[in-house]
């Protein structure tokens, strides 16, 4: 906890991002550009070595940075399906459910399908009854080799696979948007698809992940109209470092004319060590020339953002939550070891294969 507060991770990922996982020389190079861009937003001394990040991260490694290294006591583990890049989808379902098993007090989990499979809904189903995910994470385009690029929109694509989700009772469902993996047209990232189809399916929750000044007008309206669509901050958050100022109006204007109960603070770790970012959020201010623009981030403000809104969305109960954590075994090896430094587990195993 930090400031007596539980805090929630809207995004947690374990990204395999070894070059064997890599189908090619366009996904390797995506590897490259996303660990440019993390780097970019981490906090000083917390970026990662190539040692470190070329290599797959396991569930055990994210929960410790997450839950032993970090006051993150809660979160949402976001399966990818990015299969036309990588094998396993990078931030594979199969750690995310070993990772909520081993946490299930902590951790959520969303499935993901190969969107142009012919038995994803088939798939869908499978991962709702025998794995019980709590949702699903869609992506906007498919690239294919020779550079041909697959557009896939939730109100057209994608449709099949959101009925399918709202058949099965799975109500949230959370869509990559605005950041370009590879080379893929902006088209396929603006957010006209997500307003309409909440609007089609307003028992279904939608997450629309790293908003940022691109589409913010959009944004911004879509969260004042639609009150089944949230702002998850992934990504968002390493402004924060890189262009404070950027972010701080990317988050006052979601504050302004969207709602405060309905944006979610995400680091995305092991895109960034989520302890820094927990710090950043709690003690950032806007400039001085920005602070009549917009609301105040009072501290009742920011619980909402880093507690509340994702307790509510995911339907944990907030006292049952705190005793758990209070002394489960990452309390007791915090009690007992205290803090390690950040990215101590991921860092004692590339040492260890160095060594080898």
Sequence with gaps: ???????????L?????????ARNETAEKVLGDIMGLANGGCAPGTEHSEAQWFRNFTADEVAEATFLESDVDFGVYHSTPIFDYFKDGYSSLESGIEMRNNNPKRVKCLGCVDPLSSDATDEMERQVEELDVDGFKFYPSFYRNGGKV???????????LVEKADELGVENVAVH????????????????DVADTASMFPDLKFELLHPDLAFIEEIKLMLA???????????????????PRRFAEILGELLLWGDAERILFSTGVPLVHPQAHIEAFWNFEYPDDMKDEYPELTDDLKRKLMSENLLDL????????RAHVQEDGWAQRREAEGRPEPWSGVELEAEAAADD
Excluded: C, I
Excluded at 177 to 192: A, I, M, R, T, Y
């Design 177 to 192: 948007k605005v950041f370009p993996v590879g080379p893929v047209g902006q088209h396929h990232l603006s957010v006209g």
């Design 1 to 11: 906890m930090y400031n007596d507060m539980l805090v929630g991770d809207g995004v």
């Design 150 to 160: 697959k557009p896939l929109r939730l109100d057209d694509g994608l449709l099949p």
């Design 314 to 321: 995911y339907g944990w109960d907030a006292d049952e939550l």
């Design 225 to 243: 109209t639609h009150d089944n669509v949230w702002a998850n901050l992934e990504f968002s958050t390493v402004f924060m470092f890189l262009q």
């Design 13 to 21: 990922h374990a990204y395999n991002n070894s070059f064997e996982n």
